[in-house]
């Protein structure tokens, strides 16, 4: 029987987050389609901030803009902006960039994004572990 999700529901970001990350790191480990997995990787902060942001009570503002949201936990006192803003410094341009035509395209730095992989898993294992799933 399907399961209908919850915008408003921070577990439900993070399976979808869990799943795309599940996807990721088979890419990245057998270097597969690098913009691709960036922007995918963006997408799952994304989904990972969202949630953190939701469970402290924010509501659900639709933008996938990294830096918003990284203000948006700052503004909350969140403990995860130290962890966060890095990765959205590095994310934050190519999660458009990787998308769509008109940019230039960096060459691929395979460990430089694996590490990124790394650090958004344990953003994501925090995030979990604060949440009680569905």
């Not at 503004?75 to 902006?81: E, P, T």
């Not at 990765?87 to 960039?97: C, G, I, K, N, P």
């Not at 035509?101 to 925090?126: C, H, I, N, T, Y």
């Amino acid at each position: 029987m399907p399961r209908k999700t919850d915008a408003s529901n921070p577990a439900d970001w993070l399976l979808i987050a869990t799943s795309d990350m599940e996807m990721l790191r088979l890419a990245a480990a057998k270097e597969v389609s690098f913009i691709t997995v960036r922007s995918k990787l963006a997408e799952v902060l994304e989904k990972v901030i969202k949630a953190e942001l939701i469970r402290l009570g924010w509501k659900l503002i639709k933008t996938h803009d990294l830096v918003f949201l990284a203000k948006e936990l700052r503004a909350r006192n969140s403990d995860l902006v130290d962890a966060v803003h890095p990765l959205v410094t590095e994310l934050a341009e190519v999660y458009m960039q990787d998308r769509y035509p008109g940019f230039d395209l960096d060459d691929p730095d395979w460990p430089l994004l694996r590490e990124q992989l790394k650090q958004v898993e344990s953003l994501l294992a925090v995030v979990q572990a604060r949440i009680t799933p569905p």
